[in-house]
C-alpha cells in the first residue's frame, strides 16, 4: 500500500511538472512548475551540503552558456528596438525553472524506485498522460466535476470553455498537444528498446493501449498530437527491420499485440462514432484532416489551411531579418508559427541560437543514452514540425534527461516491484 501511495504521489508531482497549472486560492503568478522548481532547488542545495560536492551533470554547463547567449540577444534585441518585450530575454530563468524541477522529479523517482531511468521515467509520463487523457472526458461530461476542477484550478478555462474544447488538469490546446506527442515517441522506443518491456505481453499491450488512447483522446483536445502519433507510428515501422526489407524474429510478438489492440481499437472507435453524436463530433475534430481525406479527396483542416493563408509572416527588411524586431507577445505579427514569430522577435542569430540548444541537448545526450540515440533525432525532427504551428519548446523533457544517470542496460524491473517500502 505505501509502494502504491508513493507512486501516486509521485505521479501526481510528474503531472504537476508536464501540465502546468494554477491554484485559485493562491496568487495567480505562482504555478505547480514554480513551486517543483523550489523544491527541487532546495533539495539539490541540501544535497549539495550533504554529499560536500556541488553535482552538476557536465553536459548542462556548455547549455547554459546557449541558453544564457540567447537571453542576451533577446535583451539587445528589445533594447536595440526600442521595445519594452522581453519575452524570452529572461528564457534563464525558464530554463533554470525547468531544471530545478526536473530534479525534484528524478530524485523522487530515484528515491522511490532506487533509480530512474527512460523506463521508469517513460512508464510516470504514460500514465500521467492517459490521465489527462480520461479527466478531460471527465471534466467535460460531468458538471459537477467541471465545476470543482474551474473552481480551483487556474488554467485559462474561460477562453477553453469559450471555444469548446476539452481540457484536463493544466492540459489543453498546443501545449498539451506537444507534451502528449513527446511521450509517444518515448512510448515507442521503450517498446522497441527495452527487452524487458517486449518480453512481457502485459506491458507491451498495456503501453500500446496507451499509446492510442493518447493519440486518439489526445487529438480531441490538440491536433497537434497527431505529430507525436506518426513519429511514433514511424518508430514501431522502423524497428520491424522493414525498411531492411526483413521482419525481425525478435519483434514478431510485439506486433503481433499491436495488431490485436489495433483491432480492439479500431472497433472501439467505430462504435463509438457510430453510436454517439458526442464521439462522432470529437473524432470529426481530431481527425478532420483524414475525414476530408477520405471524403473529398483532399488532405486539409480549418487550421491548416489559415495557416497556409495568413500566418506566413516574414521580416521585411534585413534588419529585423538579423536580430529582429523585438515583439513577440500579443500575436504582434498575427502568427501563430515557431519560425516567423522567433525570427520576426530576435532575428537568424537570436533564433538560430535558441534552435542550437536543442541540437547540442539531443547530439549530447545521444552520446551519454546510447540506447536511445535515435531517439533523440525524432525529437529534433518534433521540434522542428511543432515549430510550423506553434512558438514552444521541448526543454521540459530534456531538463529531466540532463538528470537521470547512465546506467548499465541490462538493469530494468517492473515499475512497483522494485520500488522502496
Known amino acids: 500500500m505505501?509502494?502504491?501511495?508513493?507512486?501516486?504521489?509521485?505521479?501526481?508531482?510528474?503531472?504537476?511538472y508536464f501540465f502546468t497549472f494554477g491554484l485559485s486560492f493562491i496568487p495567480a503568478s505562482i504555478n505547480s512548475k514554480m513551486v517543483l522548481a523550489v523544491m527541487g532547488a532546495l533539495l539539490y542545495v541540501f544535497h549539495s551540503i550533504r554529499n560536500r560536492q556541488v553535482v552538476l551533470p557536465?553536459?548542462?554547463?556548455?547549455?547554459?552558456?546557449?541558453v544564457a547567449l540567447f537571453s542576451v540577444i533577446c535583451f539587445f534585441t528589445a533594447d536595440y528596438n526600442g521595445t519594452v518585450d522581453y519575452s524570452y530575454a529572461d528564457y534563464i530563468v525558464s530554463?533554470?525553472?525547468?531544471?530545478?524541477?526536473?530534479?525534484?522529479?528524478?530524485?523522487?523517482?530515484?528515491?522511490?524506485?532506487?533509480?530512474?531511468?527512460?523506463?521508469?521515467?517513460?512508464?510516470?509520463l504514460t500514465a500521467v498522460c492517459v490521465f489527462q487523457c480520461a479527466a478531460a472526458l471527465i471534466i467535460d461530461n460531468n458538471e459537477a466535476v467541471k465545476t470543482l476542477v474551474d473552481s480551483y484550478i487556474l488554467q485559462g478555462q474561460v477562453f477553453l470553455n469559450e471555444?469548446?474544447?476539452?481540457?484536463?488538469?493544466?492540459?489543453?490546446?498546443?501545449?498539451?498537444?506537444?507534451?502528449?506527442s513527446i511521450v509517444m515517441i518515448l512510448i515507442a522506443f521503450v517498446v522497441t528498446k527495452e527487452d524487458s518491456v517486449k518480453s512481457n505481453k502485459t506491458q507491451i499491450t498495456l503501453y500500446?493501449?496507451?499509446?492510442?488512447?493518447?493519440?486518439?483522446?489526445?487529438?480531441?483536445?490538440?491536433?497537434?498530437?497527431?505529430?507525436?502519433?506518426?513519429?511514433?507510428?514511424g518508430v514501431f515501422l522502423l524497428s520491424t527491420g522493414i525498411n531492411q526489407l526483413i521482419i525481425r524474429s525478435d519483434v514478431k510478438k510485439v506486433y503481433a499485440i499491436l495488431a490485436l489492440v489495433l483491432i480492439f481499437i479500431a472497433l472501439t472507435v467505430n462504435i463509438l462514432y457510430q453510436s454517439s453524436p458526442?464521439?462522432?463530433?470529437?473524432?470529426?475534430?481530431?481527425?478532420?484532416?483524414?475525414?476530408?481525406?477520405m471524403e473529398t479527396g483532399v488532405w486539409r483542416t480549418d487550421s491548416t489551411d489559415k495557416l497556409n493563408a495568413v500566418m506566413w509572416v516574414w521580416p521585411t527588411d534585413i534588419k529585423t531579418w538579423i536580430i529582429g524586431s523585438g515583439l513577440f507577445e500579443n500575436w504582434a505579427f498575427g502568427t501563430d508559427i515557431g519560425y516567423c514569430r522567433f525570427i520576426l522577435y530576435c532575428g537568424l542569430i537570436g533564433f538560430g541560437t535558441f534552435a542550437l540548444l536543442f541540437i547540442y541537448s539531443a547530439v549530447i545526450l545521444a552520446r551519454k543514452f546510447q540506447k536511445y540515440r535515435l531517439m533523440f533525432l525524432f525529437l529534433i525532427l518534433l521540434s522542428g514540425i511543432i515549430w510550423l504551428k506553434v512558438a514552444t519548446d521541448l526543454f521540459l523533457i530534456y531538463a529531466l534527461?540532463?538528470?537521470?544517470?547512465?546506467?548499465?542496460?541490462?538493469?530494468?524491473?517492473?515499475?512497483?516491484?522494485?520500488?522502496?517500502?
Open 163 to 180: 471555444i469548446g474544447r476539452l481540457y484536463g488538469i493544466g492540459a489543453s490546446l498546443d501545449p498539451a498537444g506537444v507534451r502528449f
Open 278 to 293: 458526442y464521439f462522432y463530433d470529437l473524432l470529426r475534430f481530431a481527425f478532420e484532416g483524414f475525414f476530408n481525406w
Open 58 to 66: 557536465k553536459e548542462l554547463i556548455p547549455a547554459t552558456g546557449i
Open 95 to 124: 530554463f533554470a525553472t525547468w531544471l530545478a524541477g526536473g530534479y525534484v522529479i528524478v530524485s523522487a523517482i530515484k528515491s522511490l524506485h532506487g533509480r530512474a531511468n527512460f523506463k521508469i521515467l517513460t512508464a510516470y
Open 208 to 233: 500500446f493501449l496507451a499509446f492510442f488512447i493518447i493519440g486518439i483522446i489526445g487529438n480531441m483536445i490538440s491536433r497537434t498530437t497527431s505529430t507525436g502519433m506518426l513519429l511514433g507510428l
Open 401 to 421: 534527461f540532463y538528470w537521470l544517470e547512465r546506467e548499465p542496460e541490462t538493469i530494468d524491473e517492473p515499475l512497483l516491484q522494485n520500488a522502496h517500502t
Open 2 to 16: 505505501l509502494r502504491i501511495i508513493g507512486v501516486i504521489i509521485v505521479g501526481v508531482m510528474v503531472s504537476g
